[in-house]
């Protein structure tokens, strides 16, 4: 068997001097390596033909020490390898190399210069004797179902992520329309609050201006009247009028005792207010909240959402 690494001065002695033309069979692990050297024997086993030291030394293996090896005179009547039974898959890692081993305790396959560098100690299948009828045993029908098996297994886990693909996008259109949905229904019923704050804020300000109102009415009414009895009084004197003159002089006494001026000055005092807005501090102390809005939850099995309860819409009445 050809071994990666010996030196080439083992070989000297069985290179022949002529080209491959001058024999029948060359060492065909030597000529793995381009040196043509005549044939000295043949491996039944392994259907190659041994140089001399090749010979010599496929015997020393482990995995060859088993095999059945004759001299040239015997090597035409043994070379009748099936052409199915021959190896032809190159080997990974010795790229010129025929993987023609397997391993059974490693579970590797593998060429001569990986049994000889990695596998002395283990018991190697050859497999042109262990591939005879492989076809028809058990082991490829168990093979074929096993594999069988695996295919219908990787087509459920991709219809699987097929279903799930679509669940995602569903699920992912839904969590946005429920965030839109509950933004708007949000925004409503602050709108709702706010035209209600608006509506109170109307009323008091249109009881306040009516009271206004009355009150600038009150004193306009109260200051012209006065200074046309002042003026009807200086007249009167000026005319020496004084029966008129004590007459507009008692009305106008009678005038001075009345409480008009004070209660348009206490109802001016009932509007003496700032119209002011109190942000709900609940309401603000939430929404500094990272989560005030709602917060993205997961689980891990595809279900439907919870149904929300609407948010309450308002019921109280303002006077």
Same mark, same amino acid.
């Given at each position: 068997m050809a071994v990666s690494g010996r030196k080439g001065a083992d070989f000297q002695s069985s290179i022949s001097k002529g080209s491959a033309e001058d024999f029948d069979h060359g060492c065909e692990p030597c000529m793995a390596i381009s040196q043509q050297i005549e044939a000295h024997g043949f491996c039944v086993d392994c259907q190659e033909h041994l140089c001399k030291n090749c010979f010599s030394y496929h015997q020393r293996l482990k995995a060859n020490k088993h095999h059945h090896l004759v001299n040239k005179d015997n090597m035409a009547k043994h070379a009748v390898r099936k052409e199915s039974d021959v190896c032809t898959e190159k080997c990974q890692v010795h790229k010129k190399e025929v993987i023609k081993f397997f391993c059974p305790k490693h579970e590797a396959l593998g060429c001569n210069d990986c049994i000889v560098l990695n596998?002395?100690?283990?018991? !190697?299948?050859? !497999?042109?004797?262990?591939?005879?009828? !492989?076809?028809?045993?058990?082991?490829?029908?168990?093979?074929?179902?096993?594999?069988?098996?695996?295919?219908?297994?990787?087509?459920?886990?991709?219809?699987?992520?097929?279903?799930?693909?679509?669940?995602?996008?569903?699920c992912y259109d839904k969590l946005l329309k429920e965030i839109k949905m509950f933004r708007i229904e949000i925004n409503d019923h602050l709108d709702q609050l706010q035209k209600q704050i608006q509506t109170d804020a109307d009323k008091k300000k249109s009881r306040d201006k009516q009271a206004v109102k009355k009150v600038l009415e009150t004193c306009t009414n109260i200051s012209s009247d006065t200074k046309q009895l002042q003026s009807r009084l200086q007249d009167y004197k000026a005319s020496q009028q004084n029966g008129q003159l004590y007459i507009i002089m008692k009305q106008a006494k009678s005038e001075l005792k009345s409480d008009e001026i004070k209660e348009a000055d206490r109802s001016l005092e009932k509007t003496n207010m700032q119209y002011t807005f109190d942000q709900n501090q609940d309401l603000t102390n939430m929404l500094s909240s990272q989560d005030a809005f709602g917060k993205l939850s997961l689980s891990s099995s595809f279900v439907t959402s919870k149904v929300r309860k609407p948010i309450d819409k308002l019921t109280r009445k303002k006077t």
């Open positions: 596998r002395r100690a283990c018991d !190697i299948d050859y !497999i042109p004797d262990k591939c005879a009828g !492989i076809g028809d045993s058990a082991e490829f029908r168990e093979l074929l179902r096993e594999l069988d098996q695996k295919v219908n297994e990787a087509d459920n886990v991709l219809k699987q992520a097929s279903n799930r693909e679509k669940e995602l996008d569903f």
